[in-house]
Structures are given as C-alpha cells and as structure tokens.
C-alpha cells in the first residue's frame, strides 16, 4: 500500500538547522511532484516547497525562500526539505505529500513529522 514516512522533527533552537526527509513506497515515486506544507496550532496548513517529478523546477512559499531547500532522490524514493536559519513562527507540524495530476492521478500524505523552534 502507499506510504509516505516522514522524519527527522524535532525540537532546535532559532537560528538552528533540521533536516526533513520523507520515504515513499507503493507508487511509482519518479512519477510524482513531491511538496512540503505545513499546518501551525490554529492555523491552515500551508504549502512550504514543491519540487516537480524529475527534480528540475522547485518552488517555495515566500516565507522560507532563502532559507528552505527542497530536494529529491528518485533512486531512494526519498524527497528531503533543508530548513535553516529556523524561526519561531516555523514551528508546525510538516506533512510530505505525493501528487500526481495526469492519469493515473494521485494525491498521497504522510503522517507529519513536528517542527518546533525555540529557545
């Protein structure tokens, strides 16, 4: 069945580094756009990055560019999200998602993995 694994949350203090990474399996990962959202205690979930299936276009929401890097390997079927220079207002849980808009169409989530930045 399909499964998206995200790892590697955790509590770092501002200014600190952490590193997202987000396993796949039982789809064909190659085939798919990778992204990154986010979803704050009462807020909306959010999308951080984006990165298309072949690795060669990548966007970011304003509020990480500079700071955020998205990346893939479609041989690990592993999608990663560098964050760095973390902020406070980064704190959220971050969810990996798999989608596919041609046919076969598919949109898969992961779990969600906690980001919390402070001191």
């Known amino acids: 069945q399909v499964q998206l694994v995200e790892s590697g949350g955790g509590l770092v203090q501002p200014g600190g580094s952490l590193r997202l990474s987000c396993v796949a399996s039982g789809f064909t990962f190659s085939s798919y756009a990778m992204s990154w959202y986010r979803q704050a205690p009462g807020k909306e979930r959010e999308l951080v990055a984006v990165?298309?299936?072949?690795?060669?276009?990548?966007n970011y929401a304003d509020s990480v560019k500079g700071r955020f890097t998205i990346s893939r390997d479609n041989a690990k079927n592993t999608v990663y999200l560098q964050m760095n220079s973390l902020k406070p207002e980064d704190t959220a849980v971050y969810y990996c998602n798999a989608e596919r808009t041609s046919r076969p169409r598919g949109n898969y989530w992961g779990q969600g993995t906690q980001v919390t930045v402070s001191s």
């Open positions: 990165i298309s299936s072949t690795g060669g276009s990548r």
